[in-house]
């Protein structure tokens, strides 16, 4: 499915946390715009825990996933938490 443009948004309480995956190759370009909330964690943690899981490729260091970028579009909160 990698060669599917995939733009997932995470409901994290007051912030953001974007994920993308571009096709380039076998298993894409991946990467999160910003990341963050203000208040509780557990919503942001799941979106995290689910990107991890769910839609990052394997890295070369076994046990470990591949995010090719995090982009931070500014320093509030809600957005790099």
Same mark, same amino acid.
């Given at each position: 499915m990698a060669d599917k443009l995939l733009v997932r948004g995470y409901q994290v309480g007051v912030g953001d946390c974007i994920y993308v995956r571009i096709p380039n190759g076998q298993d894409g370009f +991946?990467?999160?715009i910003d990341c963050g909330t203000i208040g509780s964690i557990d919503h942001l943690k799941r979106a995290v825990? +689910?990107?991890k899981e769910n839609l990052l490729p394997d890295s070369v260091?076994?046990?470990?996933?591949r995010l090719d970028l995090i982009l931070v579009t500014h320093r509030h909160k809600d957005h790099i938490k």
């Open positions: +991946h990467m999160l825990s +689910h990107i260091i076994p046990g470990k996933k």
